[in-house]
DNA sequence: GTAATAGTGTCTGTTAGACAGTATTAG
DNA sequence: CTAATACTGTCTAACAGACACTATTAC
């Protein structure tokens, strides 16, 4: 049956016969997802009487099998084809790691043609984050070796600004560290943005990696971009304390995620309206109590009326 | 040859081997692409003393075939096995529009998995601009019966909240309605977002819909959302003018695209300073003439420093 | 008391928002 | 001249950022 006979039947009909005789006739590709998921955790070792640093990380996993065998990469795998991406990821995720019910959005899907050495695999990526408190003990599971959760540090290396024609370049070079207790896994990698009149689009492109799965080390990158802008303006930061926190606790999440310290009281003017005072209070030092507040649900984000 | 047989080859031969007996094991998904393209243009039929009004406009085009023939429908189709998502679709959107050359970026990629009769389809939507000075003549190509821009309007018909539990349910009734010179097509939308401590999810259903196909008419709404939100924090709507433009034009863009009116003087302040005054004016009425202005460059969005 | 962090009062410079004015044009 | 839109000066209220202060605790 040709294209115009096909066409020439009712819906029905044509479905059936699609079904029948179209449904394979290109190759497909496969879909994964990935999940890059972050905590922010108290660091290690610190001074009995000074209140602990934290530090952002995320959970990455040893892959068991091939390829990249024994190398860290995002918890994911491939989507059913009964299920849907949410789905997927969250059992992906669960089964990897024993991780569930956290936030989690989806963030950008992945399909240079080479980004896998097996075949065609489009990924889609997802960003979620978690508070500690909510956290099981972690458990490999499934094609993860270990799970892991390292500390991420990303540094800008350098910055170059190149002019060609009506169009502005700007490459800058990036270190990805991430390290757990006794193992560093780093990459470097290239950020393009290229602005043509209005027209900017930014790219980015692993040039060197050591210990890392896949195109993995861009998924994180870009997380962290969306994690940062998106701290700004929406609510997404509460997913990384506690239902009850403190203000100090907040502020602090908020810091370490920006990479910068923030003013106390310019901070708590712009938290005020988001939380809700418990009337109760934590002593977690030799100093003032701290009050406890939880989010406040009929928050609205206003910056954009 | 079994999984653990499989695993102790060395990757090359892993590879080799996953391609022979492995790579279809597991039914695949198909892929498409779906571009929502809008423009900004001038309404017809207007007094020649006034300056004319403007308004959005999305690019549809009438399905030749099944499913969903007649219906409109955002342009894209099947990614090919050999070439990326943004290379699939600018070729779709070339091929059944004739437009090229649009500033595009990855939207959100839609996963239900009934969302299209024939089998499973994964589709990535992306959201893409382009000016009118910059548009060839439209003709309809390949799956396509007839290609159209269609007027954008989009309302909140009604807005319920609910609680239960601990978590708050905001039920919202949004009717698109799209109309062309002849042709209108409308679709009832639920959007529903519900908040749990932080957790806050939207999720977007089509109740009722008359001549629209597929899910398009969430990827719409939900590409509205995006570029309402964009519009605000980054140089988004310059690719809705023309290289040179006076600042009432882009106040204009920008008025349409948040759907209320803007303060004057506190548009230009805003726009200061990611224009450069080009020397030259415009003539466009019985009025003062309007300046030229072309986009800077070296604009960058300080907003979250 | 001391050292440490929590939380507040208040000053200052900047910015958002609005009003009302001037400038320029075609007809 | 009039009607229309482009553009600008300036007032006010709100807000961001910073400093310095008070409050509370364990030891």
Redesign the pocket.
């Known amino acids: 049956m040709d294209e115009h006979q096909l066409q020439n039947l009712d819906e029905q009909e044509f479905i059936e016969q699609y079904r029948r005789t179209e449904k394979d006739r290109y190759e497909k590709p496969s879909i994964t997802t990935d999940m890059a998921i972050f905590t922010v955790a108290t660091e290690q070792g610190n001074d009995k009487?000074?209140?602990p640093e934290k530090e952002l990380q995320i959970l990455l996993i040893r892959r068991g099998g091939h390829p990249y065998k024994g190398h860290w990469a995002l918890a994911g795998g491939f989507m059913g084809i009964d299920e849907d991406l949410d789905t997927a990821v969250r059992r992906e995720l669960k089964e990897e790691t024993g991780v569930v019910g956290v936030y989690a959005e989806q963030l950008y899907t992945w399909s240079a043609v080479d980004r896998d050495p097996r075949m065609r695999i489009v990924s889609v990526s997802y960003l979620a984050l978690v508070d500690q408190s909510k956290l099981p003990p972690l458990q490999a599971g499934d094609d993860a070796d270990d799970v892991k959760w390292f500390t991420v540090r990303d540094t800008i290396l350098d910055v170059r600004d190149e002019v060609i024609g009506g169009a502005a370049k700007r490459i800058e070079q990036i270190e990805l560290l991430l390290t757990s207790d006794d193992i560093t896994v780093t990459a470097a990698v290239e950020r393009t943005t290229v602005t043509e009149g209005a027209n900017t689009q930014t790219s980015l492109t692993v040039t060197r990696q050591d210990g890392l799965a896949f195109d993995h080390a861009e998924i994180i990158l870009y997380s962290l971009e969306r994690l940062r802008g998106k701290v700004n303006y929406t609510n997404i930061a509460f997913n990384l304390v506690e239902d009850e926190f403190?203000?100090?606790?907040l502020q602090q999440v908020y810091e370490v995620i920006l990479g910068r310290r923030l003013?106390?009281?310019?901070f708590?003017?712009?938290a005020e309206e988001m939380v809700i005072d418990t009337g109760k209070?934590i002593?977690?030092?030799?100093?003032?109590?701290?009050?406890l507040y939880r989010y406040n649900p009929a928050w609205v984000q206003d910056r954009w009326?």
Chains 1, 2 share one sequence.
């Not at 403190?246 to 606790?249: F, Q, R, V």
Request: proline content about 8%.
């Open positions: 009487r000074k209140k403190t203000l100090p606790d003013n106390k009281v310019q708590r003017r712009y209070e002593r977690t030092g030799a100093y003032r109590p701290s009050k009326k």
